[in-house]
């Protein structure tokens, strides 16, 4: 869904943390690089932290010398992550932040493209996503640290709007379009993202009028184990949260409590934790505009959605996990960001700033990202 043009600002979070064994990587990253070697993504450290509260820590701006907009984030470690946005856009660091790489694809980059999605396994491998109608929506993936790219897909359907993909695991994904004649588009890949095919539509339920997705954050389409994925929805009468148990094939669709019923509003973006605890977050992305009821929970894989009893006060527009910590997540906007502890039924707000995506890494490392240029790595203090 062409749109998002949204606010400024800074925040603060916080971490009391505890040592703890090393644990699985959380659910919806690849557990593997894309050469089948175990991921630096999927190998969190000995010793592992533990949140247990989000007090006593903060997030640390990492200065990135550019202006672009980063809506598309992968954390892959406290010292790797990869950043996409604005203007064919993609940097990297592996120390932490205290530098950036400038890796763009140089053809994103001539032609101005909006990269609004990337899902990276480690260093040196990552899959991008821009979006658009027609051949602006293209998939790149590059196995050299962003050195190189290669474009291995472009939409050659003008009704087609591509908005996010994610990855089950180092062979398979997916990458979702807006309805194209009345339905969602799935586009699948099964080697890593080197070839996609469009999979049939049979299996996908009818769109509402109006209704798309939000490329807001990468977290319009989300993954948790080998075969589970979410879809979230807004713009139609109201905003649903689509699920497929066996990578897209076939869809169940059910109704959010997050309020939809105009093109602004609806779910932004999902966060599973398992196959079957979830969290959806949105609201109404116009500046100054409320957005009330703005966080649902599901404890049955989307079956069905729980209005928050305390959701984040506006608009947000993306949501993480914090890993380790079975009931605490992040919520991030334009207006700040907001910490849940208790598995989403209540959320507090911290201090107010823009980011407009946030992702942890197994070993704990959680960053976000947003307009001019902001990037920044939650850190005790």
Not at 13 to 34: E, F, I, K, Y
Not at 154 to 163: C, G, I, L
């Amino acid at each position: 869904m062409r749109l998002l043009h949204v606010g400024a600002g800074l925040f603060a979070a916080a971490l009391v943390a505890v040592g703890a064994p090393a644990a699985p990587a959380r659910a919806g990253t690849a557990p593997a690089s894309l050469s089948g070697e175990p991921s630096e993504r999927s190998q969190p450290s000995a010793g592992a932290a533990v949140a247990q509260d989000l007090r006593g820590a903060g997030w640390e701006l990492k200065e990135t010398g550019k202006t672009a907009r980063f809506r598309g984030l992968a954390a892959v470690s406290r010292s790797t992550a990869w950043v996409a946005g604005s203007q064919g856009t993609v940097l990297r660091t592996v120390d932490g932040g205290r530098s950036w790489q400038d890796v763009s694809p140089p053809d994103a980059v001539a032609q101005g493209l909006e990269l609004r999605d990337i899902e990276a396994f480690d260093a040196r491998r990552a899959v991008a996503l821009s979006i658009g109608e027609g051949e602006a929506s293209r998939v790149w993936r590059t196995e050299d640290g962003g050195a190189t790219w290669t474009e291995t897909f472009r939409n050659p359907d003008p009704r087609a709007f591509y908005d996010c993909l994610t990855f089950f695991d180092a062979r398979y994904g997916l990458a979702m379009s807006d309805p194209v004649d009345g339905r969602f588009r799935i586009l699948s890949t099964d080697d890593g993202g080197r070839n996609w095919r469009v999979l049939p539509a049979s299996g996908m339920p009818d769109a509402l009028p109006g209704e798309a997705g939000f490329a807001a954050s990468g977290q319009c389409l989300v993954s948790a184990g080998p075969r589970d994925v979410w879809l979230a929805t807004g713009g139609g009468a109201s905003a649903r949260v689509l699920h497929s148990a066996d990578r897209g094939l076939h869809w169940r669709v059910t109704e959010s409590t997050v309020p939809a019923g105009d093109p602004a509003r609806g779910v932004f973006a999902l966060a599973f934790r398992d196959r079957t605890t979830g969290l959806a977050v949105g609201g109404d992305y116009r500046t100054g505009q409320a957005s009330p009821q703005a966080a649902a929970v599901s404890s049955d894989g989307g079956r069905s959605w729980r209005q928050a009893a305390t959701p984040p006060s506006a608009y947000r527009s993306g949501a993480a996990w914090f890993p380790y910590a079975r009931g605490t997540a992040l919520a991030v906007g334009p207006t700040g960001t907001d910490v849940t502890t208790d598995g989403g039924r209540s959320w507090r707000a911290l201090e107010p700033g823009s980011f407009d995506t946030v992702d942890c890494a197994a070993d704990t490392g959680c960053w976000a990202a947003g307009e001019k240029g902001r990037v920044a790595r939650l850190e005790r203090r």
